[in-house]
């Protein structure tokens, strides 16, 4: 399931690794049309706000870029707390009312993308919720302190009692064959 689906970037790269995308929500027709040419099979819910994890299909794998103006350094900067930043806890509703009908098997995976503008907004505190909201998920009273230097490394990992949570920055120009820098954090939570 692709959240905040865009283009359809997760699940075409799903695909491409041998899984199948089975449904996504995104608002923008643009987006939506060049999805329904890649993935005539794909289901289209619109709206996130208008989603209940708990009944859609389950699936082994959440996907989410959600909205970054919020985060990036060429915005605002007003972190999760902005209008669009702020649909990153919707991503999290989804998936903890699709656990919770599932008893906790679907998703098994989440994964989470964004600018590495978030691990500094609200300095550093914005990336920590994301970090935190992630895990738990899993377990409601985990918490994830701010690192003693005030920042956060490019890279890093998370592990509790039944879940693990890894992070990293990478660089679309280096080894993925995309001319420009792009350079984006992901989070992968288990």
Known sequence: G???????????AGMLSG?????ASEIEPFPVRVTAVR????????DIHSLNGGELEPVAIITFG????????AGARTGLAGEQSSL???????IRE???KTNGTYPRW???????????????????????SLVQIKDAQAT???????????????????????????????GWGVAQRRRRVFAVVD
């Open 144 to 174: 994830v302190p701010l690192p003693q230097t005030g920042k956060w490394l490019s890279a890093g990992e998370i592990l509790g009692d039944h879940y693990s949570l890894a992070w990293r920055i990478i660089d679309a120009a280096k």
């Open 2 to 12: 692709s959240l905040f689906d865009g283009i359809g970037g997760f699940p075409l």
């Open 110 to 132: 989440a994964v989470w993308e964004n600018v590495p503008g978030a691990l500094s907004s609200a300095r550093g505190d914005d990336f920590r919720v994301v970090l935190e």
């Open 19 to 23: 899984v199948k995308p089975i449904w």
């Open 98 to 100: 699709m656990r919770e």
């Open 66 to 73: 959600s909205p970054c103006q919020n985060l990036s350094l």
């Open 39 to 46: 993935f005539p099979n794909m289901k289209h819910y619109g």
């Open 88 to 94: 990153f806890f919707e991503a999290v509703r989804v």
